[in-house]
């Protein structure tokens, strides 16, 4: 049995406020899953973070009042906490006196996203987020699956589905094709969807997966994967924090070229026959990122269909 933890990063709407939505999946089968939920769990501990939420994007931001306290990197865990909650709150206060409403709420969610991580300088977030990366890196049976949209390209073309629809539609007949293909073929493989409990997607994705079981998604059947996804707390769900990094070091990839995090998890995506099948960058033809130099790369055995092309459209 093989667990897919799915997760985004993005917005999947046409604008949006980002150029990329990517869907990713994890997958790992449950013989590992104990070994490698204890060793994020250690990481957690090094840096105090055992009950905190591992979010990847809002660890990764500066916090400008930590430059604001003199000595602060000398400080202990505690001080700095201390700290930081003393100028937030006076920060707090101001913006109420002002009667900026809007910048008031935007800075309250931002200071709550964010308490956690409090007690860390920027320098030893960024450093705790790429020992995560590159600990998952190291896990040799897991699986990135993710379908990368260009917004701009896709919305340049007449569509059926949207955004969304697409992501997951794809990420689900990369994972089944996995299972299929994956193994001796001595006994068939399993697989079940875990997903951050979101609302609307939770009903959509449900809706969607009942229909792909009937009547198989656009690209295959679906006889390996189990149930409709099962949606959890991503507060208190490991994986799906893990996933979550993911997604967000493609898309941190595909619009501003960061690459630090992104080969450290693209080293987990899906390979066969030299080709990493199992991520797609939805892109112009012209596009040279890695993900699609990666995904045509030419198969270096002789396979005689490619399931990366029966998956692709354009
Ligand atoms: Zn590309």
Same mark, same amino acid.
């Given at each position: ?7 985004e ?34 990481l ?26 003199p ?33 008031y ?11 956690d ?30 379908? =990368?949209?260009?917004?701009i390209?896709?919305? /340049?073309?007449?569509? #059926?589905?949207?955004?969304?629809? *697409? %992501?997951f ?97 693209f080293?987990?995506?899906?390979r ?16 040279? =990122? ?6 045509? /790369?030419?198969?270096? #055995?002789?396979?005689?269909?490619? *399931? %990366?092309?029966s998956?692709?459209?354009?």
């Amino acid at each position: 049995m093989y667990l897919c933890y799915i997760d985004e990063s993005g917005t999947s709407s046409i604008p949006g406020n980002t150029s990329h939505y990517v869907l990713a999946g994890l997958s790992i089968p449950i013989w590992d899953w104990k070994q490698s939920d204890r060793s994020i769990n250690e990481l957690r501990q090094k840096h105090s973070l055992s009950e905190a939420e591992i979010h990847t994007a809002w660890m990764l931001r500066k916090y400008l009042e930590q430059d604001r306290i003199p000595g602060f990197e000398a400080m202990s865990y505690q001080k700095r906490h201390v700290a930081v909650e003393q100028k937030r709150n006076a920060e707090l206060l101001r913006l109420q006196r002002s009667n900026n409403t809007k910048h008031y709420r935007q800075t309250k969610k931002s200071y709550s996203k964010t308490a956690d991580y409090i007690h860390l300088s920027y320098d030893e977030r960024v450093a705790f987020i790429a020992e995560i990366a590159t600990c998952v890196s190291g896990w040799g049976s897991a699986r990135l699956f993710a379908e =990368c949209i260009d917004k701009i390209h896709f919305g /340049a073309g007449k569509r #059926r589905k949207s955004v969304d629809e *697409q %992501a997951f539609e794809q990420v689900v007949s990369r994972f089944e094709q996995f299972l299929e293909n994956s193994g001796d073929g001595s006994e068939k493989r399993y697989g079940l969807l875990i997903h951050d409990n979101n609302q609307t997607v939770a009903a959509r994705h449900t809706e969607l997966m009942q229909r792909f079981h009937v009547a198989g998604t656009l690209w295959t059947k679906v006889e390996n994967i189990m149930e409709t996804p099962l949606f959890v707390d991503s507060a208190l769900t490991s994986m799906v924090q893990i996933a979550d990094l993911c997604s967000y070091a493609i898309r941190r990839y595909l619009e501003n070229g960061e690459s630090k995090l992104f080969d450290m998890v693209f080293a987990r995506a899906d390979r066969r026959g030299g080709k990493a099948v199992g991520v797609r960058h939805f892109a112009p033809k012209s596009c040279r =990122c890695k993900i699609c130099s990666a995904h045509r /790369a030419s198969s270096e #055995r002789s396979e005689p269909v490619q *399931q %990366a092309l029966s998956l692709d459209e354009t």
